[in-house]
């Protein structure tokens, strides 16, 4: 129909207006010549603490705001033990030694004449999501899950590296040490290390930024964050592991019985809703896009299943290619929101077949002492005015 | 043997030293919220003309400085028309009119209410590598080809917000107008809108940066940069190009006729190394992993191939996976420098079976005039000293 070929009077009126920033001459080059964000964006930050503790220890990624896969290097999340070194990179050295046939040092210039690789992974803190094990908070996804990213990084192959040395045979662990104020230890089997294990000095095309272990980091694919060692200034191997401070005091899951298990290395399968999720507020019924992360440890993400009622039934949520081994995965779900109080989650698959478990399962399997590695379903419910609060 | 098992007695007073940045805490979070590159990588910056002109209108990505194919968002080259507006999205507005059944006027909460898609793309200006085809200038590479860079973009499919105005079966072009100053517009095919022409928001995971059009722009995969139109504020359909000021006294290819080639979208298959490049130094002979970039605005890189003797034998490079539809991708291929002169260049091949051109070639094709659209092969000299030059 003809009148359906024009606006309406209002819109008509806001077509015809020219926007004051068309009328004039826009500004040149926004200083630092290294860009920012718009002013506009002045929330996308990430979080700390609060109130910060006398040592701040770690930032969390904002996952709502996230587009896409990747998460840029001026949001990835923090975890220090000791603050940030400030490292000289001409200053720097790796050390390698124990169980090698020639100990040697290098320089990062001697290191980034190798071979290198890029490869986009997650990284996630073991500790992530670990305060729903105790109690359900009401807070956003960033609070509650944000020691979460994913970037492409760039490194050698520590193999290749390791090759050089000449390892000796009877060689099993591998001790990789940090050069910050905590010494940051942990042992790693060799076979992760000859795997798929990167000395990486980039991260989405740029140098490691300090706060993720400038100019030299291990990089340990699907592992529990911490293992991959920033600001890397030794690697050991031997026979057993060391049973340094970090995985004994530290990063072990205590059972009921009091003993610790230990190495637990991979993070297991997971998602989470990142939109619509907490603390945010429908304005109106209608379409709305459900979307968010699925990532595994163990391999790649088969399929992620999305519920909006509870849990009862599940559909399968689209998965934006291209779906990398463990890296985050853009999953997305069209849902038709009817203005009635509902509750939504996802479930990931992986290849290895293993699926992400909901709370209950998880709280049953562990014990009232576990704090890491907690993996369940995510629910948020929304309620009837739209507000969407933890659906735990 | 026994004695290898050791470090050198200057190896082992280096090991032993615990570098001053290891003994004491470090520093609590970087300010910004927002990271910022180490200090030490200063000098990794866009860089502008010099001496800079009246309107300050292109910065180059230094592309011997990255790693892997994602370009940071603080590196992503720039190309403005009157500047960069400061655009409030709250206020920002798209129209769509023209041959629809129903003109509608968008909200930047109105477009991302859609169901988004997240992809990988390089974006290079037409007239990135211009000036080579002059003369062959002795720069890096980053100043002769940086009008390049890869980011992951999110958006909406143009073709999903153009079925809610309903698509008239004579509408064969489509307007695309910016809120800059410039008013910066270009037609599009229709064909192409309706391909995979994307309604961008985000880029590398956060919302786009002020320079490359916040809040909205249009983005069509593998065609010259200046058709993305930044700062997108309109849409119209009609049944012939519009002849915009930028599609004819600029953006065209003049022949030696006086003819202009009108309208030449798709950036053709390319390849250049970023490692060993212009102005860089080899210090020593021995390995070098020669790395750079291919990409083809008509579709995959199939294969690049390197010659490390001015052309006379190619050997096959390894393409870092993910090789992605019209995104860089990075390659690398080995190379043991004897420490005699030599002239290295890469040449890549797209799915489509079009190869990369040699400079007498591309000048052989064009016209004296022709300014836009080098896709020529790259060729560097090494010096016996070391020393890397442009090898034309």
């Avoid at 390698?96 to 990284?123: A, C, Q, T």
């Avoid at 379903?377 to 735990?392: D, F, K, L, S």
Wanted: proline share 7%; charged share 20%.
């Amino acid at each position: 129909m003809a009148s359906h070929n024009a606006f309406s009077q209002s819109q008509e009126k806001e077509f015809i207006e020219i926007d004051p920033w068309t009328k004039t001459q826009g500004s040149g080059f926004l200083n630092p010549p290294y860009g920012l964000p718009s002013k506009y964006e002045k929330d996308v930050v990430r979080v700390i603490p609060s109130p910060p503790p006398t040592f701040l220890t770690a930032s969390r990624t904002p996952l709502q705001n996230l587009h896409g896969i990747i998460t840029p290097n001026g949001l990835v999340f923090e975890r220090h033990h000791a603050g940030i070194p400030d490292i000289n990179p001409d200053q720097h050295r790796l050390a390698i030694h124990g169980l090698v046939d020639r100990p040697l040092i290098f320089s990062m210039e001697d290191i980034m004449r190798f071979p290198s690789e890029s490869r986009i992974y997650f990284l996630e803190c073991s500790g992530n999501s670990a305060a729903e094990l105790k109690k359900a908070s009401n807070q956003s996804v960033q609070q509650i899950h944000g020691l979460l990213s994913c970037c492409e990084w760039t490194g050698v192959r520590l193999s290749t590296i390791l090759q050089e040395c000449g390892v000796r045979p009877e060689a099993k662990w591998v001790l990789a040490e940090g050069a910050d104020g905590a010494g940051m230890t942990r042992s790693i089997p060799i076979s992760k290390v000859l795997d798929d294990a990167l000395l990486v000095y980039a991260q989405n095309g740029e140098r490691l930024r300090p706060e993720q272990g400038y100019p030299l980091r291990l990089f340990l694919p699907g592992y529990e964050g911490n293992m991959s060692i920033k600001w890397l200034r030794r690697i050991k191997l031997g026979t057993e592991p060391w049973q340094t401070r970090e995985e004994t005091a530290a990063y072990t899951d205590l059972r009921s019985d009091g003993k610790a298990l230990q190495f637990t290395f991979p993070m297991e399968v997971k998602s989470v809703i990142t939109s619509p999720s907490g603390l945010m507020k429908l304005k109106s019924t209608g379409f709305y896009e459900i979307t968010g992360f699925a990532w595994s440890g163990n391999g790649k993400i088969r399929r992620v299943e999305v519920s909006t009622d509870g849990g009862a039934t599940w559909g399968v949520a689209a998965l934006q290619e291209p779906v990398l081994d463990k890296a985050l995965v853009r999953f997305r779900f069209p849902w038709i929101w009817n203005g009635n109080p509902a509750v939504i989650m996802s479930r990931a698959i992986d290849t290895s077949g293993e699926v992400q478990p909901s709370m209950d399962s998880v709280l049953k399997a562990k014990s009232a002492n576990t704090f890491y590695h907690n993996n369940a379903i995510q629910p948020w419910r929304i309620a009837a005015n739209g507000e969407v609060t933890n659906g735990r």
